[in-house]
């Protein structure tokens, strides 16, 4: 009962795993929870400190079976980590609504849901929610109009939880990873768009899984316990830089 334990969505696979294991690594105990039964199950059976909660954050009805189990078996809940998101690219006029509504429901929809339901346990320890959005929700490009949209609306989000949770000692901060070569973003990611990824970041890279875990991590930990409502990009440099990089570097 005194160990502190997260919450993380979308932990089966990527960035939300890399969490779990981060976390778990640091002292957490982690209640990993993912639509994809299959691969939670195994993934979750590996490690120590970890339970599976199979459910998909986009249902309230789940939700509002799940949230009550991960209290019952851990007895608190310290942290949640909005993690779990789909990605869809399409122009606009190619995007039909029940695309939009997918990608909402589990982008936007989830990470509300999710705080929702959490909300008063999080009150009792006093502790931290980290949502997850993207660079692709602080600047606009082409393609994304669901998912930029859908993470521009989680960033705002995250300001709204942090105004009202604040007076309860609950922080909520945001992070948004550039570019990580996980399965959601190989699957949209062409080689055209990874070539202009690595132009357009002054660290010429993609990041790693872990990378962005060391932030979650940290916004969860007592090390930020005076940091609130902030949106910290993870993106080796791309949200803060202008046009010119390549002809820079040749
Ligand atoms: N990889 C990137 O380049 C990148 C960049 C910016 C932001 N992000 C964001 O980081 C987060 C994690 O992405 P990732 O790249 O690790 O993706 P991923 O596809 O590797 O993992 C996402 C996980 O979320 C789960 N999931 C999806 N919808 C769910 C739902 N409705 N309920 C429960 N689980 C669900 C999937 O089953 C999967 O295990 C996402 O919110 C994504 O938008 C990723």
Known sequence: MSQKTALVTGAARGIGLATSKLMIERGWQVAMLDRDKEELEKVSAELQHATAFYCDVSIPSEIDQTVPAILERFGRLDAVVNNAGVAHFGPIEGTDFETWRTVMDTNLDGVFLVSQATADALKKTRGAIVNIASISGLRAST???????????????????????GEFGVRVNCVCPGPVRTKLAMAVHSQDIIDAYHDAIPLNRYGSEQEIAEVIEFLCSERASYVTGQIIASDGGFESTGIGLPSLRS
């Open 143 to 165: 393609l994304r109009v669901a998912y930029g949209t859908s993470k521009a609306a989680v960033i705002h989000l995250t300001k709204q939880q942090a105004a009202e949770f």
